[in-house]
């Protein structure tokens, strides 16, 4: 179990505002943030582009603060010029690590002629171009991609990843501890080595939550929903039990091995906070 005092064992994922009060808020954020020292913060970024400019200057905000700023890469809907530009600006600004994703088409945006169609290609590519340079994470799902044809097809395609040059795994959101153990042990089975880091969705709002979550293919434990439901428009309520449950996983998940925890922070520092300060404490 890593020592309490081991904050590099915690990261932080931020999506970037589209407006400049969001923009301000969220320097208040990561400022906040400075005293879990996260191992990095990632950055998302929106399919073909979509939120690029974004992802810049919130990846650039971070590095200023002297946090590690990650940038996700998107691939599908873009050519590998679009992406070797990328990476050479990312480069250039000392980015070491990129979390390589295939992305979603944005509305309307019919699928390009790009030969990069699936996250394995992005790596390939990133790998090609970059060689050692970039730190590349991808990811995993330990409840099965919702496009995933089956179990044993997603854990193919998560081990052709690794086999293209990942260097590490951040799963997709999960209340199912067990599920995340089953993916683990599953892929090392199949001589996968490389460090997956638990990926955890602060509770805060249900309705938003359940959006999420049938949108993505994870799994809210019935139990869990239940109880969420039944305090209706109780936000203090959802919000405490939501702690409660959050917090009881990520002390099981260090305590049994994982390799880190990273927070889908929705650019809110309480939340994360709430759970870090608890767990420190233990």
Excluded at 52 to 69: C, D, F, I, N, P
Excluded at 95 to 100: F, G, K, L, P, S
Aim: hydrophobic share 40%.
């Amino acid at each position: 179990m890593p020592e309490k005092s081991d904050s590099r064992f915690f990261s932080l994922e931020y999506f970037p505002p589209r407006e400049q009060a969001g923009r301000e808020r969220l320097v208040g954020t990561t400022k906040q943030l400075l005293e879990i020292d996260p191992a990095y913060i990632s950055v998302t970024y929106g399919a073909g582009g979509s939120t690029r400019s974004g992802t810049t200057e919130t990846l650039l905000m971070v590095k200023e603060l002297g946090h590690e700023a990650v940038p996700h890469i998107a691939c599908i809907g873009s050519q590998p010029e679009e992406i070797i530009e990328l990476l050479d600006f990312y480069k250039d600004k000392g980015v070491r690590r990129v979390v390589a994703l295939r992305g979603d088409l944005p509305s309307g945006m019919g699928l390009s002629h790009s030969p990069l169609r699936y996250a394995v290609d992005l790596v390939r590519l990133i790998k090609e171009h970059s060689g050692d340079w970039f730190d590349i994470s991808v990811a995993a799902y330990p409840e099965m991609h919702p496009q995933a044809g089956s179990f044993n097809d997603d854990i193919d395609h998560f081990v052709e990843k690794v086999r293209a040059g990942a260097d590490a795994a951040i799963t997709q959101y999960f209340y199912n501890i067990d599920a995340y153990w089953d993916f683990v042990n599953r892929v090392q089975a199949k001589g996968v080595d490389i460090p997956i880091i638990a990926g955890i969705m602060p509770i805060t709002n249900y309705t938003q939550l359940a959006r999420f979550s049938k949108m993505c293919g994870a799994e809210i434990p019935r139990w869990i929903a239940k109880r969420l439901e039944s305090y209706g428009d109780d936000i203090e309520s959802i919000r405490a039990f939501g702690h409660e449950v959050v917090t009881k996983m990520c002390d099981n998940l260090r305590s049994g091995g994982a390799a880190g925890i990273h927070f889908y922070s929705l650019n809110q520092a309480e939340p994360v906070l709430k759970i870090w300060r608890e767990l420190e404490a233990k």
